[in-house]
C-alpha cells in the first residue's frame, strides 16, 4: 500500500489487482451458475419481488375484475392459472396478492428482528440473573409452536394483514433473541472489546460500537432463512381466515378459495 500511486491523497490500486479482483467476481458468478438449484432459487426469488413491487409488469389482467362467462376455465394461454369460481383471472391474483405476502412477512421479520436483537443484547451482555430471567421466558415462548403462539396473538389483537404480521413477528422473536444472544456471549469476551471495557468506554458504547456490528451476520442469516417461514406462517393464518378481508388476493386467501372445487376445479387452490 505504501508504494502504490496517490490520487488526491488517496491510493490507488493497479490495473492489474483491479483486473484480478473483477475475474474474481466474475469466476464466482459462473460457479453459482452452474448450480441448477441456485439458479432455480435465484429466477423465483427475482420473480416474486418483482410480483411484490411492480405487478402490473406481469400482467395486464386486474385481479377483482370478474367474468361469469369464464368461470372456472382450465389453465391454458389465456389464463395461465385459470379462473377462480368468479371468473377472475388467478395468475393476475396471486401476481398482486405478493406485495401483501411479501409486506406482511417483512413486518413480521422487522417485529421479529427488533424484539430479538434488544433481548438477545440485553440478555448476553448483562449476565447473571437478568440473562437467565429473560432467556428462561424465551426458552417457554419458543417452547410453543410458531404457528399456536400466532393464533392466540392475532385472536387477542384482531385480523387483517397487519395484525397477522405482527402475530407471526411475536412468534419467531425467540429464535432471534437467542440467536442474537449466542453471539454477543462470544463477541463480549474478543481482546478488543475487553480493551474497550477496560479502558473506561461505556457500557452503551461498547455495545453500539464494538459487540453490535459484530453480531450482523449471524442474525442477517437468519432473518434471510426465516422471511420465507414467515410468509408460510402468514399465509396459514390467511387460509384460516384471519388474513386480509375479500376480495384482497392474499395467498392464503387464494388457497381457501378453492377448498370447494378440490374435486372440480383443483387448479383454484393449486
Known amino acids: 500500500m505504501d508504494n502504490l500511486p496517490a490520487v488526491g491523497g488517496r491510493a490507488v490500486f493497479p490495473q492489474r489487482e483491479w483486473a484480478e479482483r473483477v475475474g474474481h467476481l466474475v469466476a464466482r458468478a459462473r460457479s453459482l451458475t452452474h448450480r441448477p438449484g441456485f439458479a432455480l432459487a435465484t429466477v423465483f426469488l427475482a420473480f416474486v419481488l418483482a410480483a411484490a413491487a411492480a405487478p402490473t409488469l406481469l400482467t395486464h389482467y386486474q385481479p377483482y375484475a370478474t367474468s361469469p362467462t369464464e368461470r372456472l376455465v382450465v389453465p391454458g394461454a389465456t389464463h395461465l392459472f385459470g379462473t377462480d369460481a ?31 436483537l434488544v433481548l438477545g443484547l440485553f440478555a448476553g451482555f448483562a449476565g447473571g440473573w437478568v440473562d437467565a430471567v429473560i432467556m428462561r421466558c424465551v426458552d417457554v415462548v419458543l417452547a410453543l409452536p410458531v404457528l399456536l403462539l400466532s393464533l392466540a396473538v392475532v385472536t387477542a389483537i384482531g385480523f387483517g394483514t397487519l395484525p397477522v404480521a405482527i402475530a407471526v413477528g411475536i412468534g419467531i422473536v425467540p429464535g432471534f433473541a437467542r440467536t442474537t444472544r449466542a453471539e454477543v456471549l462470544r463477541v463480549r469476551t474478543l481482546p478488543y472489546v475487553e480493551s474497550a ?53 392474499d395467498w392464503g386467501d387464494l388457497i381457501a378459495d378453492g377448498r370447494d372445487f378440490l374435486i372440480t376445479a383443483p387448479w383454484v387452490s393449486l
Open 197 to 249: 471495557r477496560l479502558g473506561g468506554a461505556s457500557r452503551t458504547y461498547t455495545l453500539m460500537r464494538h459487540v453490535l456490528p459484530n453480531c450482523r451476520g449471524p442474525v442477517a442469516a437468519l432473518a434471510i432463512l426465516d422471511f420465507g417461514s414467515a410468509i408460510l406462517s402468514v399465509a396459514s393464518l390467511s387460509f384460516l381466515g384471519f388474513g386480509a378481508s375479500p376480495p384482497a388476493s
Open 86 to 116: 368468479l371468473g377472475r383471472d388467478l395468475y393476475a391474483r396471486v401476481i398482486h396478492g405478493a406485495s401483501l405476502s411479501v409486506e406482511a412477512a417483512l413486518i413480521a421479520i422487522g417485529i421479529a428482528l427488533s424484539g430479538g
